[in-house]
Protein backbone atom coordinates (compact mmCIF):
# COMPACT_ATOMS: atom_id res chain seq x y z
CA UNK A 1 0.00 0.00 0.00
CA UNK A 2 2.83 2.62 0.91
CA UNK A 3 3.98 1.87 -2.70
CA UNK A 4 1.02 2.62 -4.57
CA UNK A 5 0.84 5.39 -1.99
CA UNK A 6 3.86 7.09 -3.30
CA UNK A 7 3.19 6.57 -7.32
CA UNK A 8 0.07 7.85 -6.83
CA UNK A 9 1.60 11.21 -5.33
CA UNK A 10 4.10 11.10 -8.05
CA UNK A 11 1.67 10.94 -10.74
CA UNK A 12 0.01 13.87 -9.08
CA UNK A 13 3.16 15.67 -9.49
CA UNK A 14 3.27 15.25 -12.67
CA UNK A 15 -0.44 16.65 -13.36
CA UNK A 16 0.65 19.40 -11.71
CA UNK A 17 3.39 20.30 -13.79
CA UNK A 18 0.74 20.23 -16.99
CA UNK A 19 -1.56 22.51 -14.78
CA UNK A 20 0.66 24.86 -14.96
CA UNK A 21 0.00 25.07 -18.75
CA UNK A 22 -3.48 25.56 -18.69
CA UNK A 23 -5.40 28.40 -20.71
CA UNK A 24 -5.89 31.66 -18.53
CA UNK A 25 -9.26 31.71 -19.29
CA UNK A 26 -11.90 29.80 -17.04
CA UNK A 27 -14.42 27.37 -18.40
CA UNK A 28 -16.16 26.67 -15.34
CA UNK A 29 -19.10 24.82 -14.88
CA UNK A 30 -20.69 22.79 -11.69
CA UNK A 31 -22.93 19.32 -11.66
CA UNK A 32 -24.18 16.53 -9.40
CA UNK A 33 -23.49 13.41 -9.33
CA UNK A 34 -24.53 9.87 -8.11
CA UNK A 35 -22.02 6.75 -6.92
CA UNK A 36 -22.97 3.42 -7.64
CA UNK A 37 -20.69 0.59 -6.76
CA UNK A 38 -18.91 -1.18 -4.03
CA UNK A 39 -16.43 -0.95 -1.11
CA UNK A 40 -13.69 -3.56 0.50
CA UNK A 41 -11.01 -3.41 3.00
CA UNK A 42 -7.00 -3.94 3.49
CA UNK A 43 -6.46 -5.18 6.91
CA UNK A 44 -4.91 -7.39 9.46
CA UNK A 45 -8.08 -10.17 8.16
CA UNK A 46 -7.35 -9.83 4.28
CA UNK A 47 -3.22 -8.19 3.89
CA UNK A 48 -2.82 -8.00 0.31
CA UNK A 49 -6.52 -9.03 -1.97
CA UNK A 50 -7.63 -6.27 -3.86
CA UNK A 51 -11.83 -6.46 -4.56
CA UNK A 52 -12.00 -9.15 -1.75
CA UNK A 53 -15.56 -9.47 0.08
CA UNK A 54 -17.00 -6.39 -2.00
CA UNK A 55 -19.71 -4.90 -0.50
CA UNK A 56 -22.60 -2.49 -2.36
CA UNK A 57 -21.80 1.03 -2.04
CA UNK A 58 -23.17 4.43 -3.30
CA UNK A 59 -23.58 8.04 -2.27
CA UNK A 60 -23.69 11.55 -3.59
CA UNK A 61 -21.33 14.26 -5.17
CA UNK A 62 -21.01 17.98 -5.66
CA UNK A 63 -18.75 18.92 -7.98
CA UNK A 64 -17.55 22.25 -8.83
CA UNK A 65 -14.94 22.51 -12.67
CA UNK A 66 -12.94 25.25 -12.17
CA UNK A 67 -11.57 24.83 -15.93
CA UNK A 68 -11.47 21.66 -17.92
CA UNK A 69 -8.66 20.25 -16.03
CA UNK A 70 -9.14 21.16 -12.54
CA UNK A 71 -12.30 20.66 -10.37
CA UNK A 72 -12.96 20.85 -6.55
CA UNK A 73 -15.37 18.07 -5.59
CA UNK A 74 -17.46 17.08 -2.28
CA UNK A 75 -18.62 13.72 -1.56
CA UNK A 76 -20.98 11.66 0.85
CA UNK A 77 -20.11 7.85 0.43
CA UNK A 78 -21.90 4.97 2.10
CA UNK A 79 -20.55 1.16 2.23
CA UNK A 80 -19.05 -1.70 4.08
CA UNK A 81 -16.72 -3.93 4.77
CA UNK A 82 -16.02 -7.40 5.96
CA UNK A 83 -13.18 -10.16 6.67
CA UNK A 84 -13.02 -13.94 7.22
CA UNK A 85 -10.14 -15.14 8.26
CA UNK A 86 -11.80 -18.52 7.14
CA UNK A 87 -11.06 -18.00 3.69
CA UNK A 88 -7.45 -17.35 4.22
CA UNK A 89 -4.88 -19.87 2.58
CA UNK A 90 -2.63 -19.17 5.75
CA UNK A 91 -3.13 -21.90 7.98
CA UNK A 92 -2.29 -19.81 10.86
CA UNK A 93 -4.73 -17.30 9.93
CA UNK A 94 -7.42 -19.85 9.39
CA UNK A 95 -6.71 -21.02 12.86
CA UNK A 96 -6.79 -17.55 14.56
CA UNK A 97 -10.48 -17.70 12.98
CA UNK A 98 -11.54 -14.21 13.17
CA UNK A 99 -13.82 -12.07 11.32
CA UNK A 100 -16.01 -8.85 11.20
CA UNK A 101 -18.01 -6.65 9.09
CA UNK A 102 -18.62 -2.32 9.60
CA UNK A 103 -20.48 -0.08 7.71
CA UNK A 104 -18.22 3.07 6.13
CA UNK A 105 -19.89 6.47 6.27
CA UNK A 106 -17.78 9.21 4.37
CA UNK A 107 -17.62 12.66 3.81
CA UNK A 108 -14.81 13.75 1.92
CA UNK A 109 -13.21 17.04 -0.35
CA UNK A 110 -11.06 16.46 -2.83
CA UNK A 111 -8.93 17.78 -5.99
CA UNK A 112 -9.35 16.21 -9.23
CA UNK A 113 -6.88 16.62 -11.94
CA UNK A 114 -7.78 15.60 -15.94
CA UNK A 115 -5.15 14.37 -17.94
CA UNK A 116 -6.97 15.75 -21.14
CA UNK A 117 -9.56 18.80 -21.18
CA UNK A 118 -12.63 17.67 -20.17
CA UNK A 119 -16.59 19.86 -20.17
CA UNK A 120 -19.66 17.94 -20.10
CA UNK A 121 -21.43 18.83 -23.80
CA UNK A 122 -18.35 19.74 -25.25
CA UNK A 123 -17.81 17.47 -28.33
CA UNK A 124 -13.76 18.28 -28.44
CA UNK A 125 -13.86 17.81 -25.16
CA UNK A 126 -15.58 15.00 -24.16
CA UNK A 127 -13.14 12.56 -22.28
CA UNK A 128 -10.00 12.11 -19.80
CA UNK A 129 -8.36 9.97 -17.64
CA UNK A 130 -7.96 11.39 -14.29
CA UNK A 131 -6.17 11.90 -10.75
CA UNK A 132 -8.15 12.49 -7.16
CA UNK A 133 -6.68 13.00 -3.61
CA UNK A 134 -8.66 14.73 -0.79
CA UNK A 135 -9.06 14.12 3.04
CA UNK A 136 -12.17 13.65 4.86
CA UNK A 137 -13.85 11.81 8.09
CA UNK A 138 -15.47 8.43 8.05
CA UNK A 139 -17.61 6.80 10.65
CA UNK A 140 -17.14 3.08 11.15
CA UNK A 141 -18.85 0.74 14.23
CA UNK A 142 -16.79 -3.46 13.73
CA UNK A 143 -18.89 -6.33 14.68
CA UNK A 144 -18.20 -10.00 15.12
CA UNK A 145 -19.88 -12.92 15.00
CA UNK A 146 -21.29 -15.35 17.82
CA UNK A 147 -21.62 -18.86 17.30
CA UNK A 148 -25.42 -18.26 17.38
CA UNK A 149 -25.39 -16.29 13.97
CA UNK A 150 -26.17 -13.19 15.80
CA UNK A 151 -23.45 -10.05 15.32
CA UNK A 152 -22.34 -7.92 18.22
CA UNK A 153 -20.47 -4.21 18.58
CA UNK A 154 -16.81 -4.75 19.49
CA UNK A 155 -15.24 -1.26 20.26
CA UNK A 156 -17.41 -1.65 23.93
CA UNK A 157 -16.17 -5.38 24.44
CA UNK A 158 -12.36 -3.84 24.61
CA UNK A 159 -11.58 -7.38 22.76
CA UNK A 160 -7.58 -6.43 23.12
CA UNK A 161 -8.43 -4.66 26.73
CA UNK A 162 -8.17 -1.29 25.03
CA UNK A 163 -8.56 1.59 28.08
CA UNK A 164 -7.64 -1.61 30.08
CA UNK A 165 -4.75 -2.35 32.64
CA UNK A 166 -1.93 -3.39 30.22
CA UNK A 167 -4.41 -3.40 27.57
CA UNK A 168 -3.11 -2.45 23.88
CA UNK A 169 -3.85 1.06 24.42
CA UNK A 170 -4.53 3.72 26.69
CA UNK A 171 -8.06 4.46 25.39
CA UNK A 172 -10.81 2.71 23.49
CA UNK A 173 -10.68 3.75 19.82
CA UNK A 174 -12.46 6.23 17.98
CA UNK A 175 -15.08 5.00 15.74
CA UNK A 176 -14.85 8.52 13.64
CA UNK A 177 -11.21 8.70 12.15
CA UNK A 178 -9.38 11.06 9.29
CA UNK A 179 -9.03 9.62 6.25
CA UNK A 180 -7.15 10.68 2.98
CA UNK A 181 -8.48 9.32 0.04
CA UNK A 182 -6.65 9.17 -3.79
CA UNK A 183 -7.63 7.05 -7.18
CA UNK A 184 -7.69 7.09 -10.23
CA UNK A 185 -10.61 6.91 -12.85
CA UNK A 186 -11.60 7.97 -16.58
CA UNK A 187 -15.01 10.60 -17.34
CA UNK A 188 -16.58 10.74 -20.86
CA UNK A 189 -19.83 12.12 -22.20
CA UNK A 190 -22.89 10.10 -22.69
CA UNK A 191 -25.36 12.92 -23.31
CA UNK A 192 -25.83 16.55 -23.95
CA UNK A 193 -25.89 17.59 -19.97
CA UNK A 194 -24.47 13.95 -18.77
CA UNK A 195 -20.92 12.32 -18.19
CA UNK A 196 -20.19 9.16 -17.10
CA UNK A 197 -16.99 7.84 -14.72
CA UNK A 198 -15.16 4.72 -13.49
CA UNK A 199 -13.09 5.16 -10.45
CA UNK A 200 -11.13 3.55 -8.00
CA UNK A 201 -10.17 5.02 -4.83
CA UNK A 202 -8.39 4.02 -1.58
CA UNK A 203 -8.51 5.57 1.71
CA UNK A 204 -5.46 5.58 3.72
CA UNK A 205 -6.53 5.72 7.47
CA UNK A 206 -4.83 6.67 10.56
CA UNK A 207 -6.34 3.43 12.63
CA UNK A 208 -5.70 -0.21 12.63
CA UNK A 209 -9.13 -0.74 14.43
CA UNK A 210 -11.51 -1.18 11.54
CA UNK A 211 -11.29 -4.63 11.89
CA UNK A 212 -10.59 -4.51 15.78
CA UNK A 213 -7.58 -6.51 15.69
CA UNK A 214 -3.81 -5.08 16.07
CA UNK A 215 -2.23 -5.87 19.36
CA UNK A 216 -2.39 -8.66 21.58
CA UNK A 217 -4.43 -11.21 22.77
CA UNK A 218 -5.70 -9.91 25.73
CA UNK A 219 -6.57 -12.31 28.90
CA UNK A 220 -9.84 -13.25 28.28
CA UNK A 221 -10.85 -13.51 32.06
CA UNK A 222 -10.08 -10.12 32.37
CA UNK A 223 -12.95 -9.04 30.13
CA UNK A 224 -16.97 -8.19 30.63
CA UNK A 225 -18.38 -11.56 29.95
CA UNK A 226 -18.46 -14.71 27.65
CA UNK A 227 -19.24 -12.14 25.00
CA UNK A 228 -16.22 -10.42 25.22
CA UNK A 229 -13.91 -13.44 26.14
CA UNK A 230 -15.39 -15.17 23.24
CA UNK A 231 -15.22 -12.35 20.26
CA UNK A 232 -11.09 -12.04 21.92
CA UNK A 233 -10.22 -15.62 20.86
CA UNK A 234 -12.33 -17.58 19.10
CA UNK A 235 -9.14 -19.53 17.15
CA UNK A 236 -9.17 -22.81 16.83
CA UNK A 237 -7.21 -25.98 18.28
CA UNK A 238 -5.45 -23.82 21.41
CA UNK A 239 -4.74 -24.82 25.00
CA UNK A 240 -8.95 -24.46 25.93
CA UNK A 241 -7.45 -22.60 29.35
CA UNK A 242 -5.12 -20.25 28.48
CA UNK A 243 -5.68 -20.00 24.70
CA UNK A 244 -3.54 -17.42 23.20
CA UNK A 245 -2.70 -14.91 25.59
CA UNK A 246 0.14 -12.88 25.32
CA UNK A 247 0.73 -13.87 22.00
CA UNK A 248 0.84 -11.81 19.18
CA UNK A 249 -3.04 -10.92 17.28
CA UNK A 250 -2.33 -8.31 14.79
CA UNK A 251 -0.30 -6.38 12.97
CA UNK A 252 -0.06 -3.18 14.98
CA UNK A 253 2.46 -1.75 12.37
CA UNK A 254 0.34 -1.59 9.48
CA UNK A 255 -2.68 0.55 9.09
CA UNK A 256 -6.02 -0.43 7.69
CA UNK A 257 -7.37 0.73 4.29
CA UNK A 258 -10.70 0.92 2.77
CA UNK A 259 -12.16 1.47 -0.68
CA UNK A 260 -14.68 2.65 -3.03
CA UNK A 261 -14.88 1.46 -6.67
CA UNK A 262 -17.37 2.19 -8.98
CA UNK A 263 -19.18 4.72 -11.55
CA UNK A 264 -20.49 7.65 -11.34
CA UNK A 265 -23.11 9.55 -13.32
CA UNK A 266 -22.88 13.12 -13.51
CA UNK A 267 -25.62 15.70 -14.68
CA UNK A 268 -24.48 19.10 -15.34
CA UNK A 269 -26.60 21.71 -13.56
CA UNK A 270 -24.57 25.05 -14.61
CA UNK A 271 -22.49 25.49 -17.31
CA UNK A 272 -21.76 25.99 -21.33
CA UNK A 273 -23.23 23.46 -23.42
CA UNK A 274 -22.01 23.40 -26.93
CA UNK A 275 -24.27 23.88 -29.37
CA UNK A 276 -25.03 21.56 -32.41
CA UNK A 277 -24.24 22.83 -35.56
CA UNK A 278 -26.91 24.75 -37.50
CA UNK A 279 -27.83 22.49 -40.78
CA UNK A 280 -27.93 24.13 -44.25
Known amino acids: ?13 TTLSGFAQLHAKKKSSVDLGIFLGGSYYIGDLNQTKQFLFTKPAGGVLFRYNVNPRLAFRGNVLFGSIEG ?9 QKQRNLSFKSNI ?8 FNFLNYRIGVEKEKFSPYLFFGTGFFKFNPMGQLPNGNWV ?3 PLHTEGEGMEDGSKNKPYK ?7 FGIGF ?10 SVEWGMRKTFTDYLDDVSGRYYPWWKLDGPTAAYLSDP ?4 DPVYGNVGRQRGNKTNKDWYSFVGIILSFQMKGKVEKCPTPY
Request: proline share 2%; glycine share 4%; aromatic share 8%.
Open 84 to 92: HDSYSSDLA
Open 175 to 181: LVQISLP
Open 187 to 196: KTNIARKMGL
Open 153 to 155: ALQ
Open 235 to 238: SKGT
Open 105 to 112: NEVSIQLE
Open 1 to 13: MRKQFFIFILLIS
